[in-house]
């Protein structure tokens, strides 16, 4: 099994609600990251967990809440959203530092 | 900072060959990377280069020269699914899991 899959493909979401994205790997990578994608616009990082642990957060508006439950499990909370963030949301994962990214399919999402 | 340039499109003959170049800036370096991106798809892994020197992988290569801040990407006998953006990447120098992604080129292929 060498991929990453993200639920759901596509989102639409209002802007007093609460939703999940969801990510999993089997790949026994050691860092999973979210990443947010504007239309031809180059994915753009916002955090990076490292054995579980979040070691990166760049600065990313708190209505978005990362969590990972163990180490083949990555979320992405929603919450109170605005329309400027509909984008491709891509998880992805690497085995080590310097080893390539693994991108999931991404969630396409739309708050309306 | 970061600083990862590289040209917003390019156009290419099916058959043809095509160099994507990438030029950045940083202040320290553990890597380039290249990646394939068809529109609506992620971003797939073609490429990773940390010496000088050319790498190749079937139609693809991809060349470093640190002491420069460049990289290209070469494409052999393109052929129309070539179509695609494609993204040069770098990881942070300062360590930890970060990859810092160029506005990608956008290759058209046309026969």
């Known amino acids: 099994d060498t991929e990453v899959t993200q639920t759901p493909k596509h989102l639409v979401m209002g802007m007093t609600n609460k939703k999940s994205l969801k990510c999993e790997q089997h790949?026994?990578?050691?860092?999973m990251y979210w990443y947010k994608q504007k239309a031809k616009k180059p994915p753009e990082l916002m955090f990076v967990y490292s054995y579980e642990k979040l070691s990166i957060n760049e600065s990313v508006p708190s209505r978005f809440s990362p969590e990972c439950p163990n180490s083949s499990l990555l979320n992405l909370h929603l919450h109170a959203l605005q329309p400027e963030d509909s984008a491709l949301y891509l998880c992805?994962?690497?085995?080590?530092?310097?080893?390539?990214?693994?991108f999931g399919n991404g969630t396409r999402l739309t708050v309306t | 900072g970061q600083n990862i340039d590289q040209p917003t499109e390019m156009t290419a003959t099916e058959g043809a060959i095509v160099q994507i170049n990438c030029t950045y800036q940083?202040?320290?370096?553990?890597?380039l990377f290249w990646y394939q991106q068809h529109a609506g798809e992620a971003p797939t892994f073609l490429s990773y280069?940390?010496?000088?020197g050319l790498e190749e992988k079937g139609r693809f290569s991809s060349f470093l020269s640190r002491s420069k801040g460049y990289s290209y990407l070469l494409l052999k006998e393109l052929q129309m699914k070539d179509s695609a953006s494609y993204l040069c990447?770098?990881?942070?120098?300062?360590?930890?899991?970060?990859?810092?992604f160029g506005a990608g080129t956008r290759l058209f292929v046309k026969a």
């Open positions: 992805a994962s690497s085995q080590e530092e310097n080893s390539p990214l693994h």
């Open positions: 280069n940390v010496l000088d």
């Open positions: 790949m026994g990578h050691r860092a």
């Open positions: 990447a770098v990881r942070d120098p300062t360590g930890g899991f970060k990859t810092i």
């Open positions: 940083t202040s320290g370096f553990n890597g």
